[in-house]
């Protein structure tokens, strides 16, 4: 039998983690139900399956279920403890944050995805952002002294198909919110301007 609805037209086949078990759909978009979860995850990621499930009034086997499935599909991708920029400088222990902007010596598409996927394999990077409607990259980078943050510039400057970077040193952390909200549906959704 084929699905229904236009939820699974013009979708390539289920990756293994989407492959439905015994009595089970292909699960290929996020809905309210798995909505609710990240939030909640978000905001207490110590939270237990019994503790998510309570907040968004489902069971402990769906939402343990859920968050396999929302693992596989690479959406959560682990969880980790957030730790203060901010409160480790009061503490005198800060770690030296920059934001670098580097630019690729090639314009295209596949030419800046192979510098962003260099520069993820140097240590000290946290976040590598491509700006819309310029071919600029803009990272991250968290590393224990300002020695390696130089260090890590100079790396980023010789890799193959940079023509330069620049760092800004971060002076002070006035907000950390590492959770990201979930967009609306793509039928939703509206470009970036």
């Known amino acids: ?32 139900l798995d909505i609710r979860i990240l939030r909640t995850l978000q905001n207490d990621g110590r939270a237990s399956f019994r503790q998510v499930a309570l907040r968004v009034g489902a069971s402990v086997t769906t939402v ?3 968050v396999r499935q929302l693992s596989g599909l690479g959406v959560l991708q682990g969880f980790v403890p957030l730790v203060s ?22 314009a295209a598409p596949h030419a800046i995805q192979e510098v962003a996927a ?10 590598i952002f491509e700006l ?12 224990p002294t300002a020695e390696e943050t130089t260090d890590l510039l100079t ?8 023509s330069r970077a620049r760092a800004m040193g ?23 301007v």
């Open 1 to 32: 039998m084929k699905p229904t609805g236009t939820r699974h037209a013009s979708r390539s086949p289920p990756s293994p983690a989407q492959r439905p078990g015994p009595g089970r759909r292909p699960r290929v978009s996020l809905d309210d």
């Open 64 to 66: 343990s279920t859920r």
């Open 85 to 106: 920029v901010q409160r480790l400088a009061e503490v005198g222990r800060a770690p030296d944050c920059a934001v670098l902007y580097v630019h690729p010596t090639d």
């Open 118 to 127: 260099a520069i993820a394999g140097c240590p000290g990077v946290c976040y």
């Open 132 to 143: 819309h409607g310029r071919s600029e990259l803009m990272v991250l980078a968290s590393t």
């Open 155 to 162: 790396a980023i400057r010789e890799l193959p198909g940079v």
């Open 170 to 192: 971060i002076e002070r952390v006035h907000k950390e919110r590492p959770g990201h909200p979930v967009g609306p549906p793509p039928a939703l959704a509206t470009p970036a």
